[in-house]
């Protein structure tokens, strides 16, 4: 059975949680089960470039291990920065 693995970053979202992010997806890319890895923002208040460039690198990976990435519960200033950043034009945003 495919499932969906849940990422919530939390409501600053920049390089410092580079790491943290890494580790939390890191098991969703390693698993067979799980096709496809939400990335919650509904927490997130402040997002960088720094966090656009983690999101693309969590979709490359993720990627070449057949799963698909989408942005969750995106809105305000987090969904202003996504939308200047063309993201939707590479990710499913909702």
Known sequence: MSSDFVVRP?????????????DAYEPALESKEVKRILVDLKEVQYM????LGIL??????A???SKEVELVNTSGAVREVLEI??????FKIS
């Open 48 to 51: 960088d470039s720094a966090a």
């Open 10 to 22: 939390q409501s600053r979202f920049d390089f410092n949680c580079y790491r943290a992010f890494r």
């Open 63 to 65: 990627k070449a291990a």
């Open 85 to 90: 950043a063309n993201f939707p034009k590479v």
């Open 56 to 61: 693309l690198l969590l979709r490359d990976r």
